[in-house]
């Protein structure tokens, strides 16, 4: 059977069934860890609700990072991209300017507020770096924003400011926008991306978007950023990560 083993620097690894995993991750072990990264080795749980701590977490060391790494093969006929190994460690921070003194192998930085030359430095430093980006709703300040019609901007996303969720079912419209954010990843030299966002099937988005809409959605942002030779991490949902693994590289959450 599949195990969940997290490895924590001070504890060592422990191993959990699946269903157990996110009470181990709940734990005061591991909400204690502050600085530390929680390194999940072979599989994720298949259950659990959509997390988001990005305002919390913003300008420091995420605390405890736990980082799935799905071992299933790339795409065939895939363009070669780089994958955080099982023994990664992370800085997430979506303030701006970048500490890149933390010592860390992986940064995961926001798209907009960063420059080529933010990325350029941390690969001086031997450090890979992943782009954040929202994939599922709509956020007023950003510079593309004026981009995405009223047709498909939905509901408010509670708890954040001048957020909306997107009508992911209109492909014609979603597919464009959020192509050119990955070409602008590109761009700027990162190695992947964290798409957020990508569950809106299980919200209250304002639109009927169904669990099969959700996958056809969540498998094209895959397919798009390995045809530019970029790594994608799952975010949030987690509900779908047995028929979404055979498309994603690894998960954050």
């Known amino acids: 059977s599949i195990r969940l083993a997290v490895v924590h620097p001070q504890h060592g690894p422990t191993e959990y069934e699946p269903s157990d995993s996110l009470k181990a991750l709940r734990s005061p072990r591991w909400r204690m860890c502050g600085g530390v990264v929680a390194t999940c080795l072979l599989a994720p749980s298949a259950s659990g609700s959509r997390t988001r701590r990005r305002a919390a977490l913003?300008?420091?060391?995420?605390?405890?990072?736990?980082?799935?790494?799905?071992?299933?093969?790339?795409?065939?006929?895939?363009?070669?991209?780089?994958?955080?190994?099982?023994?990664?460690?992370?800085q997430w921070q979506l303030s701006v300017p970048i500490d890149q003194t933390v010592d860390a192998s992986v940064y995961d930085i926001d798209l907009f507020e960063n420059e080529a030359s933010v990325v350029a430095s941390l690969?001086?430093?031997?450090?890979?770096?992943?782009?954040?980006?929202?994939?599922?709703?709509?956020?007023?300040?950003r510079p593309d924003a004026s981009k995405f019609p009223a047709s498909v901007l939905?509901?408010?996303?509670?708890?954040?400011?001048?957020e909306k969720w997107l009508d992911i079912r209109q492909l014609s419209i979603i597919e464009p926008l959020m192509e050119a954010r990955f070409k602008l990843c590109k761009e700027k030299g990162f190695d992947g991306i964290e798409a957020d966002n990508v569950d809106g099937w299980q919200n209250s988005t304002g639109f009927p978007i169904t669990a099969a809409e959700q996958l056809t959605y969540n498998e094209?942002?895959?397919?798009?950023a390995h045809s530019l030779g970029l790594s994608i991490a799952l975010k949030s949902d987690t509900q779908q990560i047995p028929e979404l693994e055979p498309y994603y590289d690894y998960s954050v959450d």
Request: with cysteine; aromatic share 16%; net charge negative.
């Open 58 to 90: 913003l300008g420091v060391l995420l605390p405890c990072l736990v980082l799935f790494v799905f071992a299933t093969p790339q795409v065939a006929g895939a363009a070669s991209y780089w994958t955080p190994p099982v023994n990664a460690t992370w």
């Open 220 to 224: 094209w942002l895959a397919n798009t």
């Open 154 to 162: 939905g509901k408010s996303d509670p708890g954040w400011t001048e």
């Open 123 to 141: 690969h001086a430093q031997g450090r890979h770096v992943i782009c954040y980006m929202d994939a599922g709703t709509w956020e007023g300040w």
